[in-house]
């Protein structure tokens, strides 16, 4: 754009992916909130809509049962980093969506093809609407829902630095049974059919084992105006 050089920022959409204890909501939302970007948590929609499925006794065993319904829930999900919000049928499920019930089933529902379809539409509409530029943080997003993307990261951590982050995260959580737990979600989401978590060809991979968050954080807003610059 020629008039690139006298506006202070674009747009710009970045996709954040990785596994769980990589520090992705966390630098996603500091990120998004320290240049002014929308944020999107693509991971507490695929949350919300298993939430439903448990709520409204939908049998998780069965995909069929699970394709069938994948379009009833409404989800909306706001998307300020300061205070990021998420709604089912205009209920607030912030805190349900967080409980081991639903984390245990996360990955058999994300893994229908149905409901993929359903939350990739919403979340491309969620990023496209994003005026200043978004942070979308999730599994497939620089792979599956947003392949054009201006900015990929893929985050990394070893499973011991991401299940010692999840334990304390969980209070009194035995750290071997999170790290068990971890490896078991990332053969599930990585092994999929669908849009499985893998890194995109063009993503820059950043391994956060040995940095602090503040240090992943800078580390993201750097390549984010390194991107902005450049465009």
Not at 111 to 121: D, F, G, S
Not at 203 to 224: K, N, R, S
């Amino acid at each position: 754009m020629e008039n690139g050089a006298v506006r202070t920022a674009q747009p710009v959409i970045v996709a954040i992916d990785g596994p769980s204890g990589t520090g992705k909501s966390s630098t996603s939302k500091a990120v998004a909130a320290q240049l002014g970007l929308s944020y999107l948590d693509t991971g507490a929609q695929y949350r919300a809509i298993t939430w439903w499925m448990v709520t409204n006794g939908i049998d998780i065993d069965d995909p069929s049962a699970i394709a069938a319904v994948a379009g009833k829930p409404d989800i909306v999900s706001g998307t300020d980093p300061a205070g990021p919000t998420i709604t089912v049928d205009g209920v607030d499920v912030a805190g349900p969506i967080r409980t081991q019930e639903v984390t245990s089933k996360v990955s058999a529902v994300s893994a229908v093809p149905e409901v993929r379809a359903r939350i990739t539409e919403l979340q491309r509409s969620i990023a496209s609407a994003a005026e200043n530029g978004i942070v979308v943080e999730g599994r497939d997003i620089g792979t599956t829902v947003l392949p054009d993307a201006d900015l990929k990261i893929f985050l990394t951590a070893s499973p011991e630095a991401r299940a010692a982050r999840r334990s304390g995260e969980l209070k009194g959580v035995d750290i071997h049974t999170t790290r068990e737990a971890l490896i078991k979600r990332d053969a599930a989401d990585s092994s999929r059919k669908t849009s499985p978590l893998a890194k995109a060809d063009d993503a820059v991979e950043v391994d956060t084992t040995d940095l602090t968050l503040p240090q992943v954080i800078e580390c993201v807003v750097t390549l984010v105006e390194e991107k902005r610059a450049g465009k």
